[in-house]
Nanobody, 118 residues
Framework: QVQLVESGGGLVQPGGSLRLSCAAS????????MGWYRQPPGKQRELVAT???????NYADSVKGRFTISRDNAKNTVYLQMNRLKLEDTAVYYC????????????WGQGTQVTVSS
């Protein structure tokens, strides 16, 4: 059974920081590209950042320079360090596991709420 369990969300003031974690089980973690997506209130889900199995990263323009995605294959965990948070970063953040060239289905976590408010 595959599980992606996000944690680390919460309420933070503008300019603050949060670190999200996503612990994966039931997959060969090191083979998967991992990603963070978010769904702001009333909007569609959007890409935040991805990291490939080889460690290459990609970011949405809106978070470049503020967010950092990283992974620890020994812990089967992907992280999203979010700094200088803005009101518009408020969203439910979802973890994604994509097998890419190895084939098979992708998986999603249940989401964690991040609220940026003064």
């Amino acid at each position: 059974q595959v599980q992606l369990v996000e944690s680390g969300g919460g309420l933070v003031q503008p300019g603050g920081s949060l670190r999200l974690s996503c612990a994966a089980s039931g997959i060969i973690f090191r083979l998967y590209s991992m990603g963070w997506y978010r769904q702001p209130p009333g909007k569609q889900r959007e890409l935040v950042a991805t990291i490939t199995s080889s460690g290459n990263t990609n970011y949405a323009d809106s978070v470049k320079g503020r967010f950092t995605i990283s992974r620890d294959n020994a812990k089967n965990t992907v992280y999203l360090q979010m700094n200088r948070l803005k009101l518009e970063d408020t969203a439910v953040y979802y973890c994604n596991a994509d097998p890419g060239k190895y084939g098979g289905r992708e998986y999603w976590g249940q989401g964690t709420q991040v609220t940026v408010s003064s």
